[in-house]
């Protein structure tokens, strides 16, 4: 793996997310990872922290969302820091759909990463397609 992350490994991270490839994606995080999802009780949604935890949260957005792709990805880095945009679309079991901009806000740690922190757009549900 990567000492040092760079923008080209986010888009592998992403396109990893695009193939619902589980493992691909834990290989990018660090032992002590934590992913803070775009909604949840706390002012940060909710956290996630620790290889197991992350990976089953992880797997609820494609549970939630079997079709789930995250588009036009633009991805960056500074120092230990990074950020990727992209347009998330998916379907939920009733039909609805979501299709809104995001953005993860990276923290890095020895080439992976730590903290993977989820922010999206709030828009209402599209309707099924017909």
Known sequence: ????VTADMLAEFAAAWNRHDIDALMS??????VFETVGGPEQWGT????????R??????WAAFPDAQWRNGRHWV???????????????ADGSRVEADMVDVFTFQDGKIRVKNAFRKQRPALPARS
Request: hydrophobic content about 40%; glycine content about 10%.
């Open 1 to 4: 793996m990567h000492k040092t």
């Open 47 to 54: 956290r996630h922290a620790g290889r197991d935890a992350v």
């Open 28 to 33: 990018f995080m660090s032992d002590d990872c």
């Open 78 to 92: 500074a120092g230990d820091r990074g950020v990727s945009e992209s347009t998330f679309t998916g379907t939920a």
């Open 56 to 61: 089953v949260a992880f797997a609820a957005a």
